[in-house]
């Protein structure tokens, strides 16, 4: 992979680089490149990195060949990432845009009939891997997700729901099972670990919440406060579930709840729902 470097104020070609690698730490987006004239293979001397405000410095440029190998149908395609003003540590996010050779640039989270300063922000996610129709998360060291501002992802991020500990980095199994839960509870996908992958929910829909342990962002573990409780969610969905507390009452759910139980009465934790929600708006004392 090359990319350009270039003074965005500045005309002309700019100075081809090679890429040594791209990552993300938590959601700070970095790359590693080398000038052209590098072997690229020493990491103290050669390899150069551009992050936060550098960043809008790099065009990267990819080459995808054709699926039969041939030349007559490659393509190459051109991103650019810059960040967002006003990044905070826990979500950073970033303009990222592409084009096919010299087409037009495509805002990466660009919504159709949203002018330009309303974009959603896009955020990387490191080392996840996250199904786009059922939510499931899976560990894979080669990879990165991208999300954008107002989906699923980058919502639990802000909740403080990052699947890896916020003082290390590190990747950590409890905040991934509820990294995992948040994302179903966001998309109120209760039967999605029973085949119905359906979202019972509408864009704006407000939530209350609580984890077993208070690690989210304005949370706590007292689930007996939320007095309509909704549901405890699992990375596979809602592990019970009280209709008449639903965000959404008029989207009809399907018969039986598909075996999805009421929920305990006081509520409590279980081995699998360390997640919870509730209605915005409290029941009358």
Same mark, same amino acid.
């Given at each position: 992979?090359?990319?350009?470097?270039?003074?965005?104020?500045?005309?002309?070609?700019?100075?081809?680089?090679?890429?040594?690698?791209?990552?993300?730490?938590?959601?700070?987006?970095?790359?590693?490149?080398?000038?052209?004239?590098?072997?690229?293979?020493?990491?103290?001397?050669?390899?150069?990195?551009? *992050?936060?405000?550098?960043?809008?410095?790099?065009?990267?440029?990819?080459?995808?060949?054709?699926?039969?190998? @041939?030349?007559?149908?490659?393509?190459?395609?051109?991103?650019?990432?810059?960040?967002?003003?006003?990044?905070?540590?826990?979500? *950073?996010?970033? =303009?990222?845009?592409?084009?096919?050779?010299?087409?037009?640039?495509?805002?990466?989270?660009?919504?159709?009939?949203?002018?330009?300063? =309303?974009?959603?922000?896009?955020?990387?996610?490191?080392?996840?891997?996250?199904?786009?129709?059922?939510?499931?998360?899976?560990?894979?060291?080669?990879?990165?997700?991208?999300? /954008?501002?107002?989906?699923?992802?980058?919502?639990?991020?802000?909740?403080?729901?990052?699947?890896?500990?916020? =003082?290390?980095?590190?990747?950590?199994?409890? *905040?991934?099972?509820?990294? @995992?839960?948040?994302?179903?509870? %966001?998309?109120?996908?209760?039967?999605?670990?029973?085949?119905?992958?359906?979202?019972?929910?509408?864009?704006?829909?407000?939530?209350? %919440?609580?984890?077993?342990?208070?690690?989210?962002?304005?949370?706590?573990?007292?689930?007996?406060?939320?007095?309509?409780?909704?549901?405890?969610?699992?990375?596979?969905?809602?592990? /019970?579930?009280?209709?008449?507390? *639903?965000?959404?009452?008029?989207?009809?759910?399907?018969?039986?709840?598909?075996?999805?139980?009421?929920?305990?009465?006081?509520?409590?934790?279980?081995?699998?729902?360390?997640?919870?929600?509730?209605?915005?708006?409290?029941?009358? =004392?």
């Amino acid at each position: 992979m090359t990319g350009v470097l270039q003074n965005p104020q500045t005309s002309g070609t700019g100075e081809p680089v090679r890429i040594h690698s791209i990552q993300a730490e938590g959601t700070r987006f970095t790359v590693n490149y080398c000038p052209m004239s590098s072997a690229c293979i020493d990491t103290a001397t050669q390899v150069l990195q551009l *992050r936060d405000e550098n960043l809008h410095l790099l065009r990267l440029r990819v080459s995808l060949p054709a699926d039969d190998g @041939g030349p007559e149908r490659a393509a190459t395609f051109e991103v650019a990432v810059t960040p967002r003003p006003g990044a905070s540590t826990r979500v *950073r996010g970033y =303009d990222v845009l592409y084009r096919e050779a010299t087409g037009p640039w495509v805002h990466h989270c660009d919504l159709r009939g949203v002018i330009a300063s =309303d974009r959603d922000a896009t955020s990387f996610l490191p080392r996840l891997r996250i199904n786009s129709v059922n939510a499931a998360v899976e560990p894979v060291p080669t990879w990165t997700t991208i999300g /954008c501002e107002s989906g699923a992802i980058v919502t639990c991020l802000d909740w403080g729901y990052a699947p890896w500990n916020p =003082d290390t980095g590190v990747y950590d199994t409890l *905040r991934s099972h509820l990294f @995992g839960s948040c994302l179903q509870a %966001k998309r109120a996908a209760y039967f999605v670990g029973r085949g119905d992958l359906k979202s019972y929910t509408r864009n704006g829909t407000r939530i209350n %919440k609580r984890d077993q342990f208070g690690l989210g962002r304005n949370a706590n573990n007292q689930v007996e406060e939320l007095r309509t409780l909704e549901a405890l969610w699992s990375p596979q969905g809602a592990v /019970c579930l009280n209709p008449e507390n *639903r965000r959404v009452p008029d989207i009809a759910l399907p018969a039986g709840m598909l075996g999805v139980p009421p929920c305990a009465r006081p509520p409590t934790w279980t081995p699998t729902g360390k997640l919870a929600t509730g209605t915005f708006t409290p029941a009358p =004392d």
